[in-house]
């Protein structure tokens, strides 16, 4: 049913790219549609931010969590950077 091109290293099977191509057209003509047809504003007051969205829900989140999440991030990397610094020594 699906025909499959055989290289020296890998083997390459035409029913993946079908599903690539299914994945990748509708994200990048969603990409595109966004970038050129939507509008995003965000509102920041002292406690949350607000991202009103044309044609999707508007989300409310606190500026707490939004922080807090920041900091676990830079604190990952900064563990994972030290990681590799002593690693390499």
Excluded: H
């Excluded at 991030?73 to 990681?83: G, L, S, W």
């Amino acid at each position: 049913m699906f025909r499959t091109i055989r290289n020296k290293k890998n083997e390459i099977s035409i029913d993946k790219s079908v599903i690539y191509l299914i994945i990748a057209i509708p994200t990048i003509v969603f990409t595109i549609w966004t970038l050129f047809c939507g509008s995003i504003q965000i509102r920041c007051n002292d406690r949350d931010f607000n991202i009103e969205a044309k044609g999707w829900n508007d989300y409310t989140g606190s500026i707490r969590k939004l922080i807090a999440f920041l900091m676990k991030k830079m604190y990952c990397r900064t563990i994972m950077i030290t990681e590799l610094m002593v690693l390499e020594t």
